[in-house]
């Protein structure tokens, strides 16, 4: 069988943006392979884990289980979306300043699955919180402090989108940098 | 990295043009509904479909309905695309079947759900700790009977697949009695779910190379001046995302003194079919669902006949343990989430 390319018509972070692959590459693969966007992590590669946790018209979706052509005609957002022009996600701010990290890797993950949760869920209660961030593993953190980050953004202006100019310089993993 | 083989995908914009697919690339093709099951299937080289066929804009297979057939019966209607997430929340749902929206918030973990849809589950193939693995690990053993190989690492000698249904919402709708509509370019035709599934881990259902699960139509409950109820509890390793190491569903009536009429009792994640427990009705008629004792009666009957293999995770003789444990928070389960709400 041949492996041909198809022009894909994605929208990505916003913007429309034509790219060329082969139907079987997943969503996850033309982020990372083809847009260059490293911030939604390869993981365990089969749904388990949640570390390619992107939205997809403002819900979390699993990129490395979705077919990138079954993402045509829907608006795809990843960690690097959350930062716009008017600065960073709350949630990328109080992940950082309640240091819900160790290795970093889950978190693009866990910061856009909350996003999809705040979304819906302004004032999600700790308990919602925990439930909305079940699909994500974390190896290191334990979680709590993962918790308490989403707990922070919920607070702080009942999680308001945008959250305007950082108060520190934020970690790589946090914006979708580290790759 | 887990590479998918090399396909081709279509997304067809109407039901009718997803079955003239069905009828053209038969056995070629694969279906794909949320993906939450085949895409990692696909990955570990479970199968290797010609094309892949999305059917994630068919919103005709999409929602949720109530239908009355005449003036007395009522059915809920569920398109097979609907998403778990939108079953376990929705009102009808939750009023008309109670146990269907717990065994659907049982499935995964939310993203899951999110994508994952019920006729997704309904046909989510059987599992096994020796097939859902990647290809390198499964040829290093020889592959198995389930794909590729001729021996089982399950039962010594086996000659038949015994991996196991694991579909949390398949139990509980074997307990309501729900039937599947299924569509093919030959017609459509209706099932019930008790005969859907066959004692086969290669595949375990009654569905042919061009058919298409279209809908799941689970009866509402009647007015009877009594009661409908329906509970659903899980084994699993943990509250997020695994797949089921037991899954236990009841569905019962009580009449209008709160007495047991009618009682279904059904156990999965031990066969290739969820298993219909026979002599419940029997045992639980005349008693009363939060009675520990009529419980545990009820869970010794219903382990007596259910044998844990190794094919699922899990010490199989603690899994047969727990099997009373399960079918008491089933009960227990339908009670707290009380009565279903007739049409």
């Known amino acids: ?179 | 990295m887990l590479r998918l083989q090399p396909f081709d995908f279509v997304k067809p914009q109407s039901v009718d043009e997803a079955l003239g697919l069905l009828a053209k690339h038969g056995r070629n093709a694969k279906l794909i509904a949320g993906g939450t099951d085949v895409m990692p299937n696909l990955k570990h080289g479970l199968y290797q479909p010609e094309i892949v066929i999305g059917l994630a804009d068919l919103a005709e297979l999409r929602g949720v309905a109530i239908e009355r057939d005449n003036q007395e019966d009522g059915t809920l209607a569920i398109g097979a695309m609907t998403t778990l997430e939108e079953i376990e929340s929705h009102p009808l749902v939750i009023a008309h079947a109670p146990g269907l929206a717990q065994a659907a918030h049982a499935v995964a973990g939310p993203t899951q759900r999110t994508m994952g849809t019920l006729g997704g589950n309904v046909c989510l193939d059987t599992r096994c700790v020796w097939i859902n693995q990647t290809h390198f690990w499964r040829k290093s053993l020889g592959f198995c009977l389930k794909k590729d190989g001729t021996a089982c690492h399950v039962v010594e000698g086996g000659k038949s697949c015994v991996a196991a249904a694991s579909n949390d919402t398949a139990t509980m709708l074997c307990a309501l009695d729900a039937t599947l509509v299924i569509r093919s370019a030959r017609g459509a035709r209706t099932v019930a779910i008790r005969d859907f599934y066959k004692p086969d881990g290669i595949f375990n259902q009654r569905l042919e190379p061009d058919e298409l699960l279209a809908q799941v139509r689970v009866p509402a409950p009647r007015f009877t001046g009594g009661a409908t109820w329906s509970g659903y509890a899980k084994l699993r390793a943990r509250a997020s995302i695994d797949f089921p190491k037991l899954s236990v569903a009841a569905a019962f009536t009580t009449d209008a003194a709160g007495a047991i009429d009618d009682a279904t009792l059904v156990v999965s994640a031990i066969a290739a079919t969820p298993r219909l427990i026979s002599g419940i009705a029997e045992l639980a008629r005349g008693g009363r669902a939060d009675d520990l004792a009529l419980l545990a009666r009820l869970g010794e009957r219903a382990q007596k006949v259910t044998v844990p293999l190794t094919n699922i995770d899990g010490d199989a003789a603690w899994r047969r343990q727990m099997v009373p444990v399960f079918v008491k928070r089933a009960f227990l389960a339908a009670k707290a989430a009380g009565a279903a709400t007739a049409v």
Request: aromatic letters at 4%.
């Open chain 1, 1 to 179: 069988m041949t492996v041909e390319s198809k022009l894909l018509r994605l929208h990505v972070n916003g913007a429309p943006i034509d790219v060329a692959a082969p139907a079987h590459w997943t969503l996850l693969e033309v982020l990372r392979y083809r847009l260059l966007l490293t911030g939604s992590k390869q993981g365990c590669d089969k749904g388990d884990c949640g570390a390619c946790t992107v939205l997809m018209d403002g819900r979390a979706r699993l990129s490395c289980i979705t077919l990138a052509a079954d993402a045509v005609g829907h608006r795809v957002t990843t960690i690097e979306g959350l930062v716009t022009s008017a600065g960073l996600d709350k949630l990328q701010q109080t992940f950082d300043e309640a240091g819900a990290l160790q290795c970093g890797f889950c978190q693009p993950g866990m910061i856009v699955a909350a996003r999809a949760c705040l979304d819906r869920k302004p004032e999600a209660t700790r308990a919602e919180i925990k439930e909305a961030l079940a699909s994500n593993l974390c190896r290191c953190t334990g979680y709590t402090k993962i918790f308490e980050a989403v707990e922070q953004a919920v607070r702080a202006g009942k999680a308001a989108h945008i959250g305007g100019p950082a108060a520190m310089a934020p970690t790589a993993s946090a914006t979708g940098v580290a790759r």
